[in-house]
């Protein structure tokens, strides 16, 4: 009888394991070729694009590289894909949740939320581990107008882009999605129902990066257009008291959470992100939206990924650490970065 019982549970066992397993399929490629044709680089920055291109390799992705201090995007890699209608943010959502969050006083990065049970997490390894628990508590607790305020004044739902031609807007839903698909607590921990695009997150941790300045991404692409370039802000946000208190957790995610492999193939400087993984109707994305704090500047990295099981977040940020370690290699960061954060035009666009 025992070791009928033993057999019993090693069969039950095995069959709860493979239906995790093989849970999911997967109907689109995670690798690509081609990914650059069509793409205009008249006014890119030739070494972040090719250290951008070589670390992307021929994974189904793109790469879109910022200056923090001026909006001018310094290499945008497939753009196809970059200026598509986006994607679910996935975990990247949170940067924005818990914005809000500080905003509204709710909580500081020492907060603890209670998880369930006698769990409970703060901010800053909520971050670093991308806990989906403690931000869809927070995310309940805000409520639905709030966390769509926060969003939108933080560029979601709007065009990042100043003239960028062909860039499309991404999705944030006028109400809360149903409760059966999770409502406010799931938009708050994956980003469900919220479509972003990789210039909308690029922008957001550029305003993070530069100390609440949210400027209109510039792709400069004809020899006037560089001649002649000025950053444009969008809007003020602030939250300049708030970064130091999401800047540990992000600075977590690549020393010891979920972003850490990007320190495989970079630690020189200090980097500050935030991964994100899901999946919808058979396509896995991964993200890894962050900047290089250096000395003399930082400059803001946004990978974006979509395909099947080998794609994933900490993929993209090991493809970020790639571009890290080529920059570094290149003196990019001892050369090319400019500290000034003085924006120098100001002007509003139909969004």
Known sequence: MRQLAHSRAV??????????????????????????????????DPV???????????????VVAIEPTSGRVLAMVNQKLALSSGAQPCSTIKLSVALAGLSEGLITKETEVRLGGRSHMNLT???????????????????FEKVSYYAHQYGLGELAGYGITGEQLGIYPNEEIPSKLGGVG?????????????LQLGALVSAISNGGTLYYL?????????ANFQPIVKRRLDIAPLIPEISDGMQGAVQFGTARSLRVNFNEEEVLGKTGTCSHAGTRYGWFASYAKTDIGHIVVVVFLEGGRPTFGPKAAEITGRIYRSLYDHNFFKT??????????????PQ
Do not use: W
């Not at 250290?51 to 189904?60: D, K, Q, Y």
């Not at 909520?126 to 869809?136: D, I, P, T, V």
């Not at 090319?336 to 666009?349: H, R, V």
């Open 218 to 226: 510039q792709h400069p692409t004809t020899p006037e257009e560089i």
């Open 186 to 198: 799931k938009m708050c921990s994956f980003g469900e129902g919220v479509s972003v695009t990789p």
């Open 336 to 349: 090319n970065l400019s500290a000034d954060t003085t924006p120098i035009s100001q002007a509003e666009t």
């Open 48 to 62: 972040v694009r090719e250290a951008a291109i070589e670390a992307l390799g021929g994974m189904n992705g793109t």
């Open 11 to 44: 069969v039950a066992r095995t069959s709860v394991h493979r239906r995790h397993r093989y849970y999911e399929r997967f109907s689109t490629s995670s690798f690509a070729q081609d990914v650059t044709d069509g793409d205009v680089t008249t006014g890119e």
């Open 125 to 143: 390894m909520a971050l670093a581990r991308s806990n989906n628990a403690y931000f869809e508590a927070l995310g309940r607790q805000l409520g």
